[in-house]
């Protein structure tokens, strides 16, 4: 794939400066109106809002690490690199990069930055030993006793502790090489990203989305969250599904990659009780494609894993309403639902970085659109219901890649693909060392 243009920050600048400019308004404002609030006195339960965790100030000789890791992958961009080079390598680099950023921004605060999230006392991991031998007991009283699990696996069905379980019998027990498997699958979301966006907006389109991907600010929780694991079960359910809808995939080819999209989701939704949301953007998808039928395919594999907990004694919805009733009184009175709402869009926009301003303004001028329904659809329903309280910075981990899509869009419908958004990038990489190195987050 040649590429005709050199690329100067001064052109770079001058095609994008609208978004950068609208990113940096809209953080100020919102940056202004966090510091009001907590000023005020207002409930918010944390002393780090926009985000949960504690502020303190980390720089060292680590720090360099993340800018040198995001000036190499920016300027392969600028040059052209992955617009030339065989596909998969692009995915080969997408994923590097992303794990790379993501364990660099952990270890400004050493060795200790991939494991501490997992140490933490109310973490998923200090649910383990509550499983034994016996995960099927496990599973069937994981409801009935959710009073007895950390804060971490309050909010979440049982996927985080067992998965976890699952590793330390097989002998991964080191909090450290949990921390980098952990980091290591939720940078699968990349290429799993680049081939959906690939069959639905074209290659050209995937690989001048790779660098936003892989610089993403959101990499910050990416090292530190099982909810990690969400995002990459949730890359693949939708990535599965745009194989199943392929133009001329039919038979029972089309229906096993439906009900593989379906079992993906099922995973996810044992890990979530937020993903089922994604699979919003396969429906939609499928209708666009005008493949309706497929939705049966995908919906019968979403409910293969429910089901089989449900066999073992645990059944989601309840998992569900309990999670619910539990955070209604134990978070819902010391947080504000209010001043939350807001502050989870600040929280988004500065996770997400200023390729979201650019998606939101070009999302009609993308057949990428079903992913971006999925994922707002996902965050609307968390601000109305109430569930975003702090923490959305990992809870939405699953959703950040695709509300980003129309990034590199055409201007104007079946206009011309923009450049590699490479200014909206490179600022988004240095938000991400600046929260690292002020921020010490949780899981």
Same mark, same amino acid.
């Given at each position: 794939?040649? +590429? ?16 950068? &400019? ?26 780090? $809002? ?15 690490? !993340? ?10 961009? !600028? ?17 590097? /990069? ?9 270890? &400004? ?36 006793? @959710?009073?007895?699990?950390?804060? /971490? ?12 379980? @699952?590793?330390?019998?097989? #002998? ?18 990349? %290429? ?24 993403? %600010? ?11 694991? +969400?995002?990459?079960? =949730? ?5 599965? #599904?745009?194989? $199943? ?9 089309? #229906? ?9 989701? #099922? ?8 993903? %089922? ?19 049966? *395919? ?10 089989? $907990? ?8 309840? =998992?569900?309403?309990? /999670?619910? *009733? ?24 500065? $996770? ?17 659109? %079903? ?13 109305? *219901? ?58």
């Amino acid at each position: 794939m040649n +590429v005709n243009y050199p690329i100067t920050w001064t052109v770079v600048l001058d095609v994008q400066r609208r978004d950068l &400019v609208g990113w940096l308004l809209l953080g100020l404002g919102g940056l202004t109106m966090t510091w009001l609030v907590v000023r005020s006195g207002a409930p918010l339960g944390t002393a780090s $809002a926009p985000f949960l965790g504690r502020y303190r100030l980390a720089l060292g000789p680590a720090t360099l690490l !993340a800018p040198a890791i995001a000036a190499g992958v920016l300027t392969a961009a !600028a040059r052209g690199w992955f617009e030339r080079a065989r596909w998969w390598l692009v995915l080969l680099a997408g994923y590097a /990069a992303m794990l790379g950023w993501a364990i660099a921004l952990a270890l &400004v605060d050493g060795p200790d930055g991939l494991s501490r999230a997992l140490l933490a006392d109310d973490s998923h991991l200090t649910d383990v030993a509550d499983v034994g031998r016996d995960a099927l007991g496990y599973l069937a009283t994981f409801t009935d006793r @959710a009073a007895e699990h950390s804060d /971490a696996t309050r909010g979440h069905p049982p996927g985080p502790v067992l998965a976890l379980w @699952a590793a330390h019998r097989i #002998g991964l027990a080191d909090p450290l090489a949990l921390g980098v498997l952990v980091t290591a699958v939720g940078a699968l979301t990349v %290429p799993l990203v680049l081939t959906t966006v690939r069959g639905v907006c074209g290659e050209p389109a995937a690989r001048r989305y790779l660098p936003v991907l892989a610089l993403a %600010p959101y990499a910050v929780w990416l090292a530190v969250s099982m909810d990690a694991v +969400v995002a990459a079960l =949730g890359a693949g359910m939708v990535a599965a #599904g745009v194989r $199943a809808s392929a133009p001329g995939r039919t038979g029972w080819s089309a #229906g096993l990659w439906a009900t593989g999209s379906g079992i993906l989701l #099922g995973l996810a939704a044992m890990f979530s009780y937020a993903a %089922p949301w994604l699979g919003l953007s396969v429906v939609c998808l499928y209708f666009v494609r005008r493949r309706p039928f497929l939705n049966a *395919a995908t919906g019968l594999g979403a409910l293969l894993p429910v089901l089989a $907990a449900d066999l073992a004694g645990f059944g989601w919805v309840d =998992g569900l309403l309990g /999670a619910h *009733a539990d955070y209604a009184t134990r978070i819902g009175p010391y947080r504000s639902h209010l001043w939350w709402s807001a502050l989870s869009l600040v929280a988004l926009l500065l $996770a997400a970085g200023p390729p979201l301003v650019a998606s939101l303004r070009k999302l009609r001028n993308t057949p990428g659109w %079903p992913f971006l329904v999925g994922a707002g659809a996902a965050v609307v329903f968390s601000l109305v *219901a109430g569930f975003a309280r702090g923490g959305v910075e990992h809870a939405w981990l699953a959703f950040f890649p695709w509300l980003t899509v129309a990034a590199v869009a055409p201007e104007q419908q079946d206009g011309p693909l923009p450049h590699t958004p490479v200014a909206l990038v490179a600022v988004g990489a240095a938000t991400a060392v600046v929260i690292e190195a002020v921020l010490a987050t949780l899981w």
